[in-house]
């Protein structure tokens, strides 16, 4: 087990700054009067998603000073380099309703790829963390210290377990086939239904629509879990597929061959 001395000093980084988040977004999550807004895709934002992208882009500037920035509530736009990616908080529509499925994502990038990934849910007790050749780790409620996790080793779509958020954007025929196709269908959504496919909980996640803040700090955990993620554009818009290795290509498949727009 990599013991917090052993950690990367990259990822020891995103974890303190994923505590420092944890407690800015329980605290904001408790008031009553929690100022919320739309932006212009017509999603919410709240004072809690600037409050926390805020304080993680201080902390990456104190730490990295020459690293840059991109989140999803103040932007950048670096395209090479060491960047970090930043989604403060990832299921806002769940947060500002007081349900729990929401996460702090945090990831760097280089020019090799995403180095360093942490999801940290902390209303759901739980967060996930990896970084290149370290392994995919969580910790939770009923396993406090670090816990190395796994993709599932089903290949069979036919006994598999598909999760993903809604069905808007989605190629119906797409959806319902993966639906047809596996034995159970949930709708964990968000972060935690690509979360869940790394330990091996779900066999398949796709969703449709997500930014790069929103996929880049699961990417890591998910491939150093033995999982396989794979994001591709359709009409409407990329979807983002997160399997365990056996069933990729047949899931990949079904929604290459039937995504269109709706």
């Known amino acids: ?35 919320v807004e739309t932006k212009a895709d017509m999603s919410p934002v709240s004072e809690a998603d600037q409050a926390t992208e805020l304080a993680l882009r201080a902390g990456i500037q104190a730490a990295r000073a020459d690293d840059a920035i991109v989140g999803e509530e ?8 060491r ?10 529509k769940n947060y500002v309703r007081r349900v729990p499925v929401w996460a702090t994502l945090i990831a760097l990038a280089d020019d090799e790829g995403i180095q360093v990934g942490v999801v940290s849910a902390p209303a759901l007790g739980r967060r996930w963390w990896a970084a290149r050749g370290h392994g995919a780790w969580t910790t939770g409620p009923e396993f406090p210290n670090p ?33 047809g196709s596996t034995l159970r269908t949930r709708a964990f959504g968000d972060f935690w239904s690509h ?8 066999d398949v996640a796709a969703e449709v629509g997500l930014g790069l803040w929103d996929v880049a700090a699961l ?25 365990n290795a056996p069933l990729h290509a047949a899931a990949l498949a079904i929604i290459e061959g039937r995504a269109t727009t709706t």
């Open 74 to 81: 103040y932007g950048g736009d670096a395209a090479t380099g």
């Open 219 to 243: 990417i890591p955990i998910i491939e150093e879990a033995g999982g396989r993620f794979t994001t591709f554009e359709r009409p409407s818009g990329p979807v983002s597929l997160t399997t």
């Open 195 to 202: 979360m869940l496919v790394a330990e091996g909980a779900v």
């Open 147 to 179: 816990r190395r996790i796994q993709a599932s080793a089903v290949s069979a779509l036919a006994d598999a377990t598909f999760s993903f958020s809604d069905p808007d954007n989605w190629d119906r025929r797409a959806l319902e086939e993966l639906m």
């Open 1 to 35: 087990m990599t013991t917090p001395a052993e950690l990367p000093p990259d990822l020891a980084l995103a974890l303190q700054l994923a505590d420092e988040a944890d407690g800015i977004t329980l605290a904001h999550a408790r008031r009553t009067d929690l100022r």
């Open 83 to 92: 960047r970090w990616i930043l989604d403060p908080i990832d299921g806002t």
